[in-house]
């Protein structure tokens, strides 16, 4: 099963900016808009950004997407500690012909 | 509001088939542009799509378990089936369901856990 890539782990600390990255192809990311998700321990995914750049209500402006190419990102600024989750991209897939390839998680860690 | 919720068996055996439902409210899957699919998520590991149903009831399946998968819609009751069949431990995994509007925006529910042992 093929994903979208992303580091596997990233950091900072309270009140940093951090950028995660999403690297994909053509079939994907290149020609289609990106999703980025939070998740914690036991819980479901959380949408955070929807449409590369779309913040879902009652996500802060902490948070932004960016796509270019076949690669996008994920910023967030002012990090807080409870910002600490793992965090996915997802893409429509054109050869999966769906809506929902991910990345494989990127674990942030505030120190 | 717009909420989904997974039901369905807890554990099942190796070969059995897998029988889950989402039950939805606050949209109609009768909506131009509205999808429902399921995702799974293995313990500790990344997520992976299984299946989308349209409102007009086109049907898309994960290829690499296309054979296995079948997805359908009762618009009347609310409510999205997926059955997986011949089940082994290595379908064991949260199942979620989500829904998917043509934005792009996605509304999931809160997972169901599914452990196939004997």
């Known amino acids: 099963q093929s994903v979208l890539t992303q580091p596997p782990s990233a950091s900072g600390t309270p009140g940093q900016r951090v950028t995660i990255s999403c690297s994909g192809s053509?079939?994907?990311?290149?020609?289609?808009?990106v999703n980025w998700y939070r998740q914690l321990p036991g819980t479901a995914p959380k949408l955070l950004i929807y449409?590369?750049?779309e913040r879902p209500s009652g996500i802060p402006d902490r948070f932004s997407g960016s796509r270019s190419g076949t690669s996008a990102s994920l910023a967030i600024r002012g990090l807080q500690s409870d910002d600490e989750a793992i965090y996915y991209c997802?893409?429509?897939?054109?050869?999966?012909?769906?809506?929902?390839?991910f990345g494989g998680g990127t674990k942030l860690t505030v120190l | 509001q717009i909420t989904l919720k997974e039901s369905g068996p807890t554990l099942v055996k190796p070969t059995q088939t897998l029988t889950l439902t989402c039950t939805f409210s606050?949209?109609?899957?009768?909506?131009?542009?509205?999808?429902v699919g399921w995702i799974r998520q293995p313990p500790g590991k990344t997520l992976e799509w299984l299946a989308l149903?349209?409102?007009?009831?086109?049907?898309r399946y994960n290829p690499s378990l296309r054979t296995r998968l079948t997805i359908a819609k009762d618009t009347s009751k609310n409510q999205v089936v997926l059955t997986m069949t011949t089940m082994d431990h290595v379908d064991t995994a949260t199942y979620y369901c989500?829904?998917?509007?043509?934005?792009?925006?996605?509304?999931w529910g809160q997972g169901t856990l599914v452990t196939v042992s004997s």
């Open positions: 149903i349209f409102w007009d009831g086109d049907q």
């Open positions: 989500a829904l998917r509007t043509d934005s792009g925006r996605d509304y």
């Open positions: 053509s079939s994907n990311i290149g020609n289609n808009v």
């Open positions: 997802a893409s429509w897939d054109d050869r999966l012909n769906g809506p929902w390839l």
């Open positions: 449409g590369d750049n």
């Open positions: 606050g949209f109609s899957l009768n909506t131009d542009g509205m999808a």
